[in-house]
């Protein structure tokens, strides 16, 4: 039995829609904080001689940690899984992540991101029609170099 | 760090060590701040049990970045993880074990470097592959 596709041409004109962008930091607390909340042992984490000893510029950030935008109270943060079109889904779900490395990300990096909807999709699947979204933000350094690519599937169903 | 391993000491269909770590409220709540992902119920018992949760889950980030730790340890000092992704098809819940586990299922050499590509996973106790995905890393040779 065919479904409605609920993928509206709007929504189609989303597709590869780059973002302003984002200013992210990387500092050698975050980076920390980051490592212990994932229960790393490598110094590298923590000790800056040390990461320099192994070849780092300073702390590099443990894979998954890509930064912390620059939180401001009096500019809304609008949260990543709010769509700037409007589905007939009330729910939604983290589907998956991917990330790529190109190059080392170290704190005392600021890096500039950018965010695009790659691709929608539908499905239908054991709890019924849904929608996945693929966002994709890539990352530059302070040098211009994109040191990373970070793939976020979410679930509207 | 363990030993180092080398690209030419490891075979495609070898596991390398699992990791596991347990998803205590304490660690829900330093992955909280350590990410930035502040949504409750992560942490809050009742929030979550109000969205029709049976408790506090695991972030998907979270394990995420366990299997990101399960190739950084693998790889040692002289390794890189390239890339980490994964699915959340199951729910991991607090208190629980999350079992991370990887095994070899490419080697190549690309542009001067070792690569070697894995299937990856997180499981929970009752051994549910709640967390599939793919890992790439490159290693260095006993040559260089």
């Known amino acids: ?157 | 760090m363990s030993d180092q391993v080398y690209f030419e000491d490891v075979k495609e269909g070898q596991e390398i060590p699992s990791l596991t770590e347990k998803c205590t409220s304490q660690r829900l709540v330093m992955w909280a701040a350590g990410s930035g992902d502040f949504y409750q119920i992560h942490y809050d018992k009742d929030f979550a049990q109000n969205t029709g949760l049976p408790d506090r889950i695991a972030h998907g980030a979270l394990k995420h970045a366990l299997l990101g730790r399960l190739l950084h340890d693998w790889v040692g000092d002289q390794g890189r993880v390239k890339r980490v992704a994964c699915q959340y098809r199951g729910m991991d819940m607090v208190e629980e074990n999350i079992i991370c586990h990887g095994r070899i299922t490419k080697k190549s050499q690309q542009g001067g470097e070792n690569i070697v590509e894995l299937e990856i996973w997180a499981e929970n106790p009752k051994g549910q592959k709640t967390t599939p995905g793919t890992g790439v890393v490159s290693l260095p040779s006993r040559g260089q």
């Open chain 1, 1 to 157: 039995m065919a479904e409605a596709s609920v993928i509206t041409d709007e929504m189609r004109a989303v597709i590869g829609q780059e973002s302003e962008p984002t200013t992210v930091e990387v500092d050698k607390t975050a980076v920390r904080m980051f490592a212990r909340a994932v229960g790393y042992t490598d110094l590298i984490y923590y000790d800056e001689e040390y990461a320099k000893s192994k070849g780092y510029r300073s702390l590099p950030a443990p894979m998954g940690f890509l930064g912390h935008p620059i939180f401001r109270p009096d500019i809304a943060s609008r949260p990543m899984y709010v769509m700037s079109f409007k589905t007939p889904y009330k729910r939604v779900l983290n589907g998956g992540t991917d990330i790529e490395y190109y190059e080392p990300i170290c704190a005392g990096d600021v890096l500039t991101s950018t965010s695009k909807i790659a691709d929608l999709t539908e499905r239908s699947a054991s709890m019924g029609p849904m929608l996945i979204i693929t966002g994709e933000t890539n990352y530059k350094n302070q040098k211009g170099k994109v040191v990373a690519r970070f793939l976020g599937t979410l679930i509207q169903y």
